[in-house]
């Protein structure tokens, strides 16, 4: 089994379902969504890594994330940008890769906060599903408070299980 940490925006995903139908080949198994934790197989126990993510996501409050602009990556996907949000999630990414995961981080690969529209790494991309993206004039706001970790079998075609983890808004005391 493997485990992925995700957050799933609170957004009318339609549209870019539709586009992921065409272009996204995990468009069935996973729905659109911005990833804090790549894939990590089981030779860390569910026990550990549940009490890991919950150590660190103890400190962390909801905060809004603005989905907008397209990337192509030199991997070839594309992806739907977060502007807003973007420091606080690379921030949270960092502090996830710590401790139990810190053998698990690749620090040669920068970290870029986004949501998948679609793989190209099969076939060129042409340029009229680029446009068709830019067409989309994709634009959200929402706010990250929650998460997810899904746990996904070897094959990577079926999600097995997913736990929620709630980002708790806390007072700020005035004194």
């Given at each position: 089994m493997i485990y992925s940490l995700v957050h799933y925006p609170n957004i009318?995903?339609?549209?870019?379902?539709?586009?992921?139908?065409?272009?996204?080949?995990q468009v069935y198994l996973i729905r659109p969504h911005i990833t804090l934790m790549f894939p990590v197989s089981e030779s860390?126990?569910?026990?550990?890594?549940?009490?890991?993510?919950?150590?660190?996501l103890r400190e962390v409050q909801p905060f809004p994330i603005h989905l907008q602009g397209l990337h192509k990556s030199s991997d070839d996907y594309l992806f739907l940008l977060v502007g807003e949000g973007k420091e606080a999630l690379v921030d949270l990414h960092t502090h996830i890769y710590a401790d139990?995961?810190?053998?698990?981080?690749?620090?040669?690969?920068?970290?870029?906060?986004?949501?998948t529209l679609g793989v190209f790494a099969r076939i060129q991309m042409n340029p009229k599903a680029l446009d068709e993206a830019k067409r989309l004039d994709?634009?959200?706001?929402?706010?990250?408070?929650?998460?997810?970790?899904?746990?996904?079998?070897?094959?990577?075609?079926?999600?097995v299980s997913s736990r929620e983890f709630s980002l708790i808004k806390r007072p700020t005391w005035v004194g």
């Amino acid at each position: 089994m493997i485990y992925s940490l995700v957050h799933y925006p609170n957004i009318d995903t339609s549209r870019i379902d539709d586009f992921r139908r065409h272009y996204d080949p995990q468009v069935y198994l996973i729905r659109p969504h911005i990833t804090l934790m790549f894939p990590v197989s089981e030779s860390i126990t569910e026990d550990k890594l549940v009490s890991h993510l919950q150590n660190v996501l103890r400190e962390v409050q909801p905060f809004p994330i603005h989905l907008q602009g397209l990337h192509k990556s030199s991997d070839d996907y594309l992806f739907l940008l977060v502007g807003e949000g973007k420091e606080a999630l690379v921030d949270l990414h960092t502090h996830i890769y710590a401790d139990v995961l810190a053998d698990h981080r690749h620090p040669e690969l920068q970290y870029v906060p986004h949501l998948t529209l679609g793989v190209f790494a099969r076939i060129q991309m042409n340029p009229k599903a680029l446009d068709e993206a830019k067409r989309l004039d994709l634009n959200y706001r929402c706010m990250l408070d929650k998460l997810h970790l899904v746990k996904i079998n070897e094959q990577r075609t079926q999600i097995v299980s997913s736990r929620e983890f709630s980002l708790i808004k806390r007072p700020t005391w005035v004194g």
